[in-house]
T-cell receptor, first 114, second 112 residues
Framework: EPEVTQTPSHQVTQMGQEVILRCVPI?????FYWYRQILGQKVEFLVS????????KSEIFDDQFSVERPDGSNFTLKIRSTKLEDSAMYFC????????????FGPGTRLLVL | RKEVEQDPGPFNVPEGATVAFNCTYS??????FFWYRQDCRKEPKLLMS???SGNEDGRFTAQLNRASQYISLLIRDSKLSDSATYLC?????????????FGTGTQLKVEL
């Protein structure tokens, strides 16, 4: 069964450093998403991406965040200058488009900012 | 008011018990409804979609009441493997491009 993959599984970084989280969505999917989950809290939407552009972003997704689909397979989330409060689990998801409803989630990247 | 509200639990039930979870949502324009399951420190996984007519998948039954903006999940004959957090999820539309809005989840612990 096709699946969404994410790398790295864990990342530890110093406050102020840049991090890039990588995702490989399911190959025929057209819509891509990033969500985050701070420990003990709910899953929160960050951004959706379609046709090589952002289609929607949340208030969390400020100027420190950016997304990119640099080639036909990868989908990345960059945090330019990490803050302590960016520590969370970051999930990538993809959706095939059309009438299908299901968003498939990757296993997540656990980011710890020290 | 939270967009999606759930009782956080935990619900501790013996194996074989029937347990019900409830969820309310605030946006009356919501179109699609789901229950996801999340195991500790893992990604959310779709358990089932929820339809106005109600739907069943094995031991799991989901109901939607649009007038009350209320969603439920019933688990019959609970198994140890059902222990997880159950997430109520809504979206504004159907199909692609619609963000998922999650509740905080209800934790279920099934015990021997």
């Amino acid at each position: 069964e096709p699946e969404v993959t994410q790398t790295p599984s864990h990342q530890v970084t110093q406050m102020g450093q840049e991090v890039i989280l990588r995702c490989v969505p399911i190959s025929n999917h057209l819509y891509f998403y990033w969500y985050r989950q701070i420990l003990g809290q709910k899953v929160e939407f960050l951004v959706s991406f379609y046709n090589n552009e952002i289609s929607e972003k949340s208030e969390i997704f400020d100027d420190q965040f950016s997304v990119e689909r640099p080639d036909g397979s990868n989908f990345t989330l960059k945090i330019r200058s990490t803050k302590l409060e960016d520590s969370a689990m970051y999930f990538c998801a993809s959706h095939e488009g059309g009438a299908g409803e299901t968003q498939y989630f990757g296993p997540g990247t656990r980011l710890l900012v020290l | 008011r939270k967009e999606v509200e759930q009782d956080p639990g935990p619900f501790n039930v013996p194996e074989g018990a029937t347990v019900a979870f409830n969820c309310t949502y605030s946006n009356s324009a919501s179109q699609s409804f789901f229950w996801y399951r999340q195991d500790c420190r893992k990604e959310p996984k779709l358990l089932m979609s929820v339809y106005s007519s109600g739907n069943e998948d094995g031991r799991f039954t989901a109901q939607l009441n649009r007038a009350s903006q209320y969603i439920s999940l019933l688990i019959r004959d609970s198994k140890l493997s059902d222990s997880a957090t159950y997430l109520c999820v809504v979206t504004r539309g159907t199909g692609g491009g619609n963000k998922l809005t999650f509740g905080t989840g209800t934790q279920l612990k099934v015990e021997l």
